[in-house]
């Protein structure tokens, strides 16, 4: 049993340094993780001509999947803050390896919801506490840690419609099973990392309280109002994002006639687009500011949102690529904006905004389904186009790098040593 241990990040001393195996294992993880989530959106195609799904069921699985995933990780955030489980992110993986098997073996459609269930349920475990390993190994560059960090995300769900596109789709469902070996592959650099995890961190005491300088002169109701923008502004960007990722092919397919396989190459480019902007966007943070970057990233796109129904095949290329690249910055730049204005709650906070990224995600694909059935397709991006237009709000966050004094704004977290049982 172990005596004390730390549940966020240590103080980071001006000689600590950035642990980059560390963060390039999770990013790694995440990676294989997000390459296997996306399988899912990718069969949905598939799934929609072997069980004669309409787009309402289609976006019900997502909901599914979603919902699991949001629902449990802010629980789990808070659970870890003040219990860490070092080696919780490999048993996390082993619910989203069934997951995959059961979707591989689905005879029926509700066999297919039980695998998307597993699957996020397995997210909603390695999103929270891989995002706090992430901020214990930045050395104090947050932004960075966490753009390394989502980049293995977002390149996985980039990757995961060209497997599909090369491997489950010639071959069919049962093909799924094959990535079996990377959930495997997974499990074991997790349960590597989680050794680190324990051994660097979890076995010695917290240096000082939780303390932040740039969130001290920010009042307890401005953090609150300051979270519901953000929450906002996570809603807008994942509403839109899962217009993309679940229907993103079906309207290539419709409008413009390609075959399955090459309107997941144009989802691969898009997903591409986000896992480039991702990586850009915690270090353009960390240089310029977050608040800079969060209102950029979700206003910024909006022109190319507006454009992008009425244009050609290869300006529609073009555009989604721009939109994914600039909008993909926002989520690293969110995140650490919310951590330092609640210091000390690294595993509630990565808790709360991942779970309610995906459970917009879910909700706007659920959401989006029925209005693509009723109205068709090509309606679901003409209305999504205006929701960018809610970066604007983002004007009213407070400026964390003018409270702040000098250095105090890269420093990490601290808490008081938590007894294990």
Partial sequence: MQNSMVTNTVAESPGERTRFKVLGAISFSHFLNDMIQSLIVAIYPLLKGEFHLDFVQIGAITLTYQLC?????????????????PYSLSIGMSFTLVGLVTLSLAPNYACVLVAAALIGTGSSIFHPESSR???LASGGRH???????QVGGNAGSATGPLLAAWIIIPHGQRSVSWFAFAALLAIGVLWNVGAWYKRQHLSRAAR?????AAAGSVSSRRVAWSVGILLILI???????????SYYSFYLIDKFHLPVQSAQLYLFVFLLAVALGTLFGGPIGDRVGRKRVIWFSILGIAPFTLVLPYVDLFWTGILSFI???????????ILVFAQELMPGKVGAVSGLFFGFAFGMGGIGAAVLGGVADRHGIEYVYRLCAYLPLLGMIAAFLPNLERNAPRGDASRGDSAAPQPVA
């Fill in 69 to 85: 995933a949001s629902v449990l990780q802010p629980i789990i955030g808070v659970y870890t803050d003040k219990n860490p489980k």
């Fill in 133 to 135: 390993i992430a901020r």
């Fill in 143 to 149: 932004g960075l840690a966490q753009s390394i960090f």
């Fill in 208 to 212: 000082s309280k939780p303390r932040s």
């Fill in 235 to 245: 809603f807008s960007k994942y509403f839109y994002m899962a217009s993309i990722t």
């Fill in 323 to 333: 939109i994914g690249l600039i909008l993909a910055s926002a989520f690293s730049a």
